[in-house]
């Protein structure tokens, strides 16, 4: 290959910035209000720390429950912006909910119904990005949009801190910051109509069972170990509250929070690169083994420097999880991608909620018990995932695109 082609294979694809500027604004919008959900709903709601795990397992349940059916519905039809407009569209109205009620109830309720949304334009739309990457680049691809996704997460929870500073900690600044939090989340979905199509393959006769045939047997392997892990993976609240624990006000755990995402969009695009040249299955155990690094530092933390720390690394770990892990899903089914991604954020959805109520009745007994278990199945995932080894092994899946 000369070095022109190869400087074209490496090049992004306008659309992916684009896709990036919308995943930017709605994080902004979302950011702003998840930075501070956990803590004000327990402090200044007054819900208790079991009810955060059960809505935090239900949110990501709803996350999860229509990603199969989005996914085979996108890859049915070829078609990926009406899809994904769709998801983002609706999430956007969800917001709304906090405009008029921020009671416990009207807060779980938009916790739950705004994650609707999120599940169904995910896979549609990261099958949109994998069509227009090519693969010696995918990996970096799905790095710079999750690094473009997540400096919205960074804004996010500033534009809160800024606000609470200014403001106070009071009721009637969270619902200055969810009105303002709605305007990026409109602007967004109106970016998307702007962006055109880029439909996939149609499989217009094929029906769900159908669907599940046809997938690689590399993927439905690999759907185990990330099963696994996902009953490790409890929710973000949990460390916000062991910050909270060691002495981090509301207004300082959200640039807890903003440092966690900075360190995200920072190491995204890097390790993207990574695992183009290494293989994406060996930085797939890389985030495992991360993750329980975090856990296990999380159950002797006694100082403030540390969550500090620990919060810089989980932002290494989610920019593996959250983009490498659809690029490796990229490699294993090359064809019908949305179905794939969807099936995936499913099941690994399906698990989160009671890994989110283990979480939160643990938490109730001794915080570090939770973080015990996650380290624990964490481990277990590694050697799952060594054992049945899906196609792009260990040894690096780039041999396999």
Not at 76 to 95: E, L, P
Not at 154 to 174: C, D, F, H, I, Q
Not at 293 to 318: C, D, R, T
Request: proline share 3%.
């Amino acid at each position: 290959m000369t070095q022109p082609d190869a400087n074209k294979k490496r090049r992004l694809h306008p659309d992916i910035l684009k896709l990036g500027l919308v995943s930017f604004l709605t994080d902004l919008s979302s950011e702003m209000i998840f930075s501070v959900f956990a803590i004000f709903f327990t402090t200044v709601a007054g819900a208790s720390s079991a009810l955060l795990g059960l809505i935090e397992g239900l949110a990501d349940f709803s996350a999860s429950s229509l990603n199969y059916l989005a996914g085979w519905l996108s890859d049915r039809s070829g078609r990926r912006k009406w899809f994904a407009t769709a998801g983002y569209a609706f999430s956007t109205i969800a917001k709304l909910i906090l405009l008029i009620s921020t009671s416990v109830a009207g807060l779980s309720i938009f916790r739950v119904i705004e994650r609707l949304g999120k599940g169904f334009r995910g896979p549609p739309r990261d099958a949109w990005l994998s069509s227009i990457a090519v693969s010696e680049s995918r990996g970096y691809a799905f790095g710079v949009h999750k690094a473009l996704d997540k400096a919205g997460a960074v804004l996010g929870p500033l534009a809160a801190y800024g606000l609470l500073s200014w403001l106070g900690e009071s009721r009637s600044t969270y619902t200055t910051l969810f009105l303002l939090a709605f305007i990026p989340a409109v602007v967004s979905v109106l970016v998307l109509t702007r962006i055109p199509e880029h439909k996939g393959v149609a499989h217009e006769r094929e029906n769900l069972q159908q669907n599940w045939q046809q997938l690689s047997q590399g993927f439905k392997r690999f759907l185990i170990p990330a099963g696994v892990f996902a009953l490790a993976y409890f929710s973000l609240g949990f460390i916000l509250l062991k910050a909270h624990l060691l002495g981090f006000s509301v207004t300082n755990a959200v640039l807890l929070y903003a440092l966690f995402n900075a360190t995200c969009v920072f190491a995204a695009p890097l390790i993207g690169r990574l695992g183009d040249k290494v293989g994406r299955a060996r930085i797939i155990v890389l985030g495992y083994a991360v993750y329980a690094l975090i856990n296990f530092w999380l159950i002797f933390a006694a100082s403030q420097w540390e969550v500090v720390a620990i919060f810089a690394i989980y932002g290494l770990f989610y920019a593996i999880d959250e983009s490498q892990s659809k690029a490796f899903i990229a490699d294993l089914e090359p064809e019908r991608r949305a179905t794939a991604v969807g099936l995936y954020n499913f099941v690994t959805g399906v698990l989160y909620l009671p890994a989110s109520l283990v979480a939160g009745a643990l938490w109730i007994i001794t915080p570090e018990m939770v973080f015990l278990l996650a380290v624990a199945l964490s481990l277990l995932a590694i050697l799952v995932f060594v054992v049945l080894r899906p196609r792009g092994s260990v040894e690096g899946s780039r041999h396999d695109q």
